[in-house]
């Protein structure tokens, strides 16, 4: 049963920043000196037309978050690539309800396909040597 009160996302901006950070960090074999933050704007509408914006970020670290033999600047694509797809489903995803139920929606419904064709992608760019 819907509420007044319900959202939906009608529109995602994601931008990549840059950041230099201002003591290294070493994580195992590897030292971070700067990351990427994914910073999104999400733009949501109730039940009567009314829009409100909100933000998040998140870093961006393939140091931290992917332990690998591949490059930096490979996994560091990925991530990005990745969170780009990610952007694009927020946008054509149609749920609403309380923020909370959308967001378990779309961790339900869409992060495992998206995560699904991300490892077979790998797969297959590995066994190309791309």
Not at 2 to 15: R, V
Request: glycine share 6%; proline share 5%.
């Amino acid at each position: 049963m819907t509420k007044n009160t319900d959202i939906k996302a009608t529109d995602a901006n994601l931008y990549f920043l840059p950041v230099e950070m201002r003591v290294p960090l070493k994580f195992g074999p590897e030292t971070v000196t700067s990351v990427t933050c994914a910073r999104i704007r999400m733009r949501v509408e109730d039940q009567a037309g009314q829009t409100a914006d909100g933000w998040g970020e998140t870093p961006l670290s393939a140091q931290w978050v992917w332990p690998s033999t591949l490059s930096f600047e490979e996994r560091n694509a990925v991530l990005k690539d990745f969170t780009l797809k990610l952007g694009s489903a927020w946008q054509t995803f149609d749920q609403s309800g309380h923020p909370m139920e959308i967001g378990h929606a779309f961790q339900e419904q869409v992060l495992p396909r998206l995560h699904k064709e991300l490892n077979s992608n790998m797969v297959n760019w590995r066994l190309w040597g791309m």
